[in-house]
């Protein structure tokens, strides 16, 4: 008996296909890195194939998930922001408001911000849940 699988990768529209070696049970084994933020999942045909004379054969549908690691860091839209306040402002004048994104899913709606320098005497807060 053979296996012969078949991946398709429903995003992208691309087709691989390879022959499993010989093997009673079929077992399904990663070859090289993953990457959820490139591929999220696949579908994976795989066939059975017998040696008659004339060979028989089935298949069966593998749909796999892949889980997130969280192995991108938060992307700010600009390394650098120029925002001015005029002096004399009063309290609770908004600076500027800083957004994130984070290409990994366990990411969502975790991120949080602060300020780590430049503000020894607390003129400025960031809400760290905002980026206000
Ligand atoms: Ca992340
Ligand atoms: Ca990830």
């Known amino acids: 008996m053979s ?6 990768n429903q995003n992208r529209n691309e087709k691989a296909e390879w022959i499993v070696p010989v093997q009673i049970s079929g077992t399904i084994e990663t070859v090289d890195l993953l990457d959820r933020e490139t591929t999220s999942h696949y579908w994976l045909t795989v066939y059975a194939t017998d040696c008659g004379v004339v060979p028989l054969s089935s298949f069966i549908e593998i749909y ?6 969280n192995d991108n860091a938060p992307q700010t839209t600009r390394p650098v922001y120029y925002p001015e306040v005029m002096e004399n402002s009063p309290k609770d004048v908004s600076v500027i408001h800083i957004e994130a994104a984070d290409a990994d899913s366990s ?7 602060r300020i780590t320098s430049g ?3 607390g003129f400025f807060f960031m809400n760290p849940k905002t980026g206000e």
């Open 3 to 8: 296996w012969s699988m078949q991946a398709r």
């Open 107 to 113: 990411s969502n709606d975790k991120l949080t911000y």
């Open 119 to 121: 503000n020894p005497q």
């Open 64 to 69: 796999i998930e892949i889980g997130d690691v």
